[in-house]
């Protein structure tokens, strides 16, 4: 099973600041699969990314992806306050999907 | 617009089975893959199964000994059933579609439509 390792736990930040997310894979990872979403609490996840790189349907451009093979990267350009949320990375090796840990947003 | 609706018991016993379903709302229903993820209180998402409208099936490893998904094609619907619970097994439990994107000859895949989640909780 494919470990995915999102660092850091927590980044406290100011609306107006740009968030750098990393996703880091215990093994490499087809980009085909790996997508990242965002939850606010008391709500399903929503999907933001997929594919590593492309932003899904009413995803603003401030958030977008890049990365291959282990190492991936979500980036918020400038935080507005609906960013403060935790977000979670996915994959889908071997007939398995694993999620991150996550990564909480928090406001500084 | 495709929508997810789901529902099962809230709260069990030790040892109980749980028993959730989820319907699929205006849109097809073949030629996707559909899972079950769940999320234990405060805790991150854990992945636990999908099926297609087959009855092709995939689970996570260390759920597999308890865990059975089923699909019923003519209601449009996918169930979920969890055998022994115990305390750890309470979470909020979600349906979810694996979507796929056509892309520069490529096929990428995610979750791009969730159920509301049902809360379940196992306790004595």
């Known amino acids: 099973e494919i470990v995915l390792t999102q660092s850091p736990g927590t980044l406290s930040l100011s609306p107006g600041e740009r968030a750098t997310l990393s996703c880091r894979a215990s093994?490499?990872?087809?980009?085909?699969?790996l997508a990242w979403y965002q939850q606010t609490p008391g709500q399903a996840p929503r999907l933001l990314i997929y594919g590593a790189s492309s932003r899904a349907t009413g995803i603003p451009d401030r958030f977008s992806g890049s990365g291959s093979g282990t190492d991936f990267t979500l980036t918020i350009s400038r935080l507005e306050p609906e960013d403060f949320a935790v977000y979670y990375c996915?994959?889908?090796?071997?007939?398995?999907?694993?999620f991150g840990q996550g990564t909480e947003v928090e406001i500084k | 617009q495709v929508q997810l609706q789901q529902w099962g018991a809230g709260l069990l016993k030790p040892s109980e089975t749980l028993s959730l379903t989820c319907a699929v709302h205006?849109?097809?229903?073949?030629?996707?893959?559909w899972s079950w993820i769940r999320q234990p209180p405060g805790k991150g998402l854990e992945w636990i199964g999908e099926i297609n409208h087959s009855g092709s099936t995939n689970y996570k490893l260390s759920l597999k000994s308890r865990v059975t998904i089923s699909v019923d094609t003519s209601k449009i619907q996918f169930s979920l059933k969890l055998n022994s619970v115990t305390a750890a097994d309470t979470a909020v439990y979600y349906c979810?579609?694996?979507?796929?994107?056509?892309?520069?000859?490529?096929?990428?895949?995610?979750?791009?439509?969730w159920g509301q989640g049902t809360m379940v909780t196992v306790s004595s």
């Open positions: 093994q490499s990872v087809s980009s085909s699969y």
């Open positions: 996915q994959q889908y090796g071997s007939s398995l999907w694993t």
């Open positions: 979810a579609r694996e979507y796929y994107y056509d892309s520069s000859g490529t096929r990428d895949y995610a979750f791009d439509i």
């Open positions: 205006g849109g097809s229903f073949s030629g996707y893959y």
